[in-house]
């Protein structure tokens, strides 16, 4: 049973880490933040949790940020390295290896090694879930990803990837997709 029972529309860490980096995000800042805390709440209701840990909220907050602060579709390693710079900057107490774990594999084909923990492979599927637009929904209740829709506005944010897809691929038409993983 998915738990759904209530949205979390605020977090101290992704909600300091996104206005840090709003710049970088520009016009795509709304759509980034709706898809961050889909993503949260997602990951936290097929966790079964009550609540967000930091290290979810950190990896959250920076899954695909590095799109925009590295300016490249290969983003994968620049969004680590800001969640770990962040760690280190702020004094953070996170599972760090937990985090890189849910950010390296998010865009994993296949399902995470049960090795990879739980938090990798919800925060995969929570992935999966919100970018394509709840088609596959691992459980979740339609219900519940209206909710969360109308509490966080697409805002473009499927737009927003397309456009950084399409630019990255006529440059690299050899490596149209570099964030995925088998």
């Not at 980034?32 to 709440?41: E, M, P, S, T």
């Not at 602060?69 to 390693?77: E, G, K, N, V």
């Not at 499927?158 to 897809?165: E, H, M, P, S, T």
Request: some cysteine; charged content about 20%.
């Amino acid at each position: 049973m998915v738990s759904t029972e209530r949205v979390i529309v605020a977090h101290p860490l992704v909600d300091d880490l996104l206005a840090a980096y709003e710049p970088a995000l520009g016009r795509d800042a709304a759509a980034y933040r709706g898809h961050v805390y889909r993503v949260l709440n997602l990951t936290v209701a097929l966790l079964q949790e009550q609540r967000a840990s930091d290290s979810l909220a950190l990896a959250a907050a920076c899954h695909d940020l590095g799109i925009w602060s590295a300016s490249t579709f290969d983003y994968l390693d620049p969004s680590l390295h800001l969640a770990e710079r962040w760690v280190a900057t702020n004094a953070l107490a996170v599972d760090l290896p937990q985090v890189r774990r849910m950010i390296l594999l998010h865009h994993k084909l296949t399902r995470c090694a049960p090795a990879d923990g739980p938090e990798a492979e919800s925060f995969r599927r929570a992935d999966l879930t919100d970018v394509g637009y709840g088609l596959v929904r691992h459980g979740i209740p339609r219900a519940f990803l209206r909710e969360l829709r109308a509490t966080f506005p697409n805002a473009g944010f499927q737009r927003c990837l397309g456009r950084v897809a399409i630019r990255w691929m006529l440059r690299h038409p050899t490596r149209p997709l570099p964030m995925l993983r088998w």
